[in-house]
């Protein structure tokens, strides 16, 4: 179905993709990794049309394929499902499916024939919506079936997911692998590019790894274990991916907060000690992230009190939390995290700039400022170009997570409130990630780490709480850690 030969891309002096190679059959599924940087959606955007190849041929369904923008690729049978969904929230699913070529008769719009079509599409990935339905009532997980049979609408022979599965709930992301093997029995050929592993290899036929824009591997998926991946993607092994800490935590509590009441949220008491990491962990609208959120002020709380470090505190106000080294990382670090296109060194000031602010004129004293911003920005190894003129967007999704690392670090955080603060990262960023952690608790911080990834709080943590429709259903000490229970609480019903 699709042939590369020796694919190779330049932008000015610098050469990302290097002589890739390899062919996909029809019906197959091929699983895409590497690092952030390694090359991956450069090579996507030539096989969509955004980008034209520098050197190399293509040959698609076995004739030569030179897109010359995208809509050479989905005119050729080629459709690309974003990780950020090309959807218009305020109109229907119908309106949404056919924006381009609504089915008309008489020079006006065709309703009845619009309504039948979408009725058709939706039941062949499986959602049950009306077409009348407005996108913006759907969940994550219904707006990507939606995307999807926008697709199939097109009948393509190739479909490239990049990172499908990052918004979606573990119930979501099991109806969207299954349409994935369904859509491999119509013999529509897919690329799957993921930072999960695990789904990778569940849903790939062959494995394709990239590193440093050259194809270091290309194998059969069952003969391919998740160790020697991300050795390839990283180029080196990972024995200890979860470091070990140095120190144990505290004695004193640092936070206490004592029956608090958010929407969603019922009578949650929490502690976490000095040294600590507490680990946060439910299932999709469990509530975790509307507890912290309440937490940090950025959501109503309706009942409840705080004690921060022995003294009463009552504001659950952000700024307030930020002069007391309180910080929050939130999880939708594109829509509340960076400034996209403001640059690396503004948006790493952003929290701190009182600090450096004089008494008296108030005047910011900018010196200081970027002397500290370069410092925080090298020491969460962010990999940029220019401090003062790149903007955040030009950044992998590993680096602005640690961009937005950097800005808290700029305020001396004793407390760090981080929610999926590893979510569509990659190997080696995750690393580093966790790496920095430990540094700031062996420091004296304590950090909250919510995740929906058990094995990342059973590495990382001193303990885990488990959240369970809006309330904490268990707690586990780091001795007494099982998955399976952890899961079980996570998934049992108040009632029983």
Aim: charged share 25%.
């Amino acid at each position: 179905m699709l042939k590369l030969h020796y694919i190779g891309k330049s932008f000015g002096p610098v050469k990302v993709l290097k002589e890739i190679s390899f062919a996909l059959e029809k019906g197959e599924t091929l699983g895409l990794v590497g690092e952030n940087g390694a090359g991956k959606s450069t090579l996507m955007n030539i096989l969509g049309g955004v980008f034209e190849p520098t050197e190399g041929e293509i040959e698609f369904n076995g004739q030569p394929y030179h897109p010359l923008e995208v809509m050479d690729s989905l005119q050729q049978g080629i459709a690309f499902i974003h990780q950020e969904l090309n959807l218009f929230p305020n109109l229907t699913i119908k309106e949404n499916l056919f924006i381009n070529e609504f089915p008309l008769r008489r020079g006006f719009i065709d309703h009845h024939d619009l309504h039948k079509k979408t009725k058709k599409l939706l039941e062949e990935v499986g959602l049950a919506q009306s077409p009348s339905t407005l996108v913006a009532e759907l969940t994550n997980g219904q707006q990507q079936l939606v995307e999807i049979a926008k697709a199939l609408k097109g009948r393509p022979r190739l479909i490239i997911f990049d990172e499908p599965t990052t918004a979606l709930s573990q119930e979501e992301t099991g109806r969207l692998l299954s349409l994935i093997s369904e859509l491999k029995q119509r013999e529509i050929s897919m690329i799957f590019i993921s930072h999960n592993l695990d789904q990778v290899k569940a849903i790939a036929d062959r494995i394709a790894v990239l590193r440093d824009g050259r194809l270091i591997a290309f194998r059969e998926a069952s003969q391919y274990s998740k160790k020697q991946m991300i050795r390839d993607m990283v180029g080196r092994d990972l024995e200890q991916f979860f470091p070990q800490r140095k120190t144990s935590p505290g004695n004193g509590n640092k936070l206490v907060v004592e029956k608090m009441n958010v929407d969603r949220v019922n009578q949650v008491s929490f502690k976490i000690k000095e040294r600590e990491v507490v680990g946060l962990y439910g299932l999709v609208g469990a509530g975790r992230s509307e507890f912290a959120r309440g937490l940090y002020g950025l959501e109503k709380v309706y009942e409840g009190h705080a004690e921060w470090k022995g003294h009463p505190y009552h504001k659950f106000k952000p700024r307030s939390w930020i002069k007391k080294g309180v910080v929050y990382l939130t999880e939708d670090r594109r829509e509340e995290g960076i400034l996209s296109f403001k640059s690396i060194m503004e948006n790493v000031q952003l929290a701190a700039l009182p600090w450096f602010a004089k008494r008296i004129s108030g005047w910011l004293d900018f010196g200081p400022v970027r002397s500290q911003v370069k410092d925080k920005v090298n020491s969460t190894r962010v990999r940029y170009q220019n401090l003062d003129e790149q903007p955040v967007s030009e950044l992998s999704g590993g680096n602005q997570q640690k961009v937005l690392l950097a800005r808290w670090l700029m305020t001396n955080p004793e407390l760090l409130i981080l929610d999926e603060p590893t979510k569509g990262i990659d190997i080696g960023a995750r690393e580093e990630i966790y790496h920095l952690i430990n540094q700031l608790v062996e420091q004296g911080s304590c950090v909250l780490l919510i995740s929906s990834e058990i094995e990342e709080l059973l590495g990382m943590c001193d303990r885990i709480l488990v959240m369970n429709q809006g309330a904490i259903s268990a707690e586990f000490k780091k001795e007494d850690f099982d998955q399976s229970a952890i899961l079980k609480h996570a998934l049992k019903k108040v009632s029983e």
